[in-house]
């Protein structure tokens, strides 16, 4: 199973990374979970110091940014 993680403080950008990454689940062929970080502790861990970031099987793929959900798919496959 693939997994996302979307590291956020729950602004509006990582509101809107958390949906795009959702719906790129929905639309992929492969089985997807999809899961929310703000722990703060568990966003250093990553060495996030600018959200929102986007986690792809515990890669850091992409941060201060909101990708859309192709792009996230595109990343998935």
């Known amino acids: ?5 979307v590291l956020g403080s729950g602004c509006t950008k990582c509101k ?7 719906k790129a689940a929905a639309m992929s062929t ?3 979970s ?3 970080v703000d722990d703060i502790d568990k966003i250093l861990d990553f060495g996030i110091m600018v959200t ?3 986690v792809i099987n515990k890669k850091v793929v992409a941060a201060g940014k909101v990708l859309s959900a192709q792009k996230i ?3 998935l496959n």
Do not use: C, Q, S, T
């Open 1 to 5: 199973m693939e997994e996302i993680k």
């Open 34 to 36: 999809v899961e929310y």
């Open 16 to 22: 809107m990374l958390f949906d795009n990454a959702k």
């Open 52 to 54: 929102p970031a986007l």
């Open 30 to 32: 492969k089985p997807v």
């Open 73 to 75: 798919l595109e990343m």
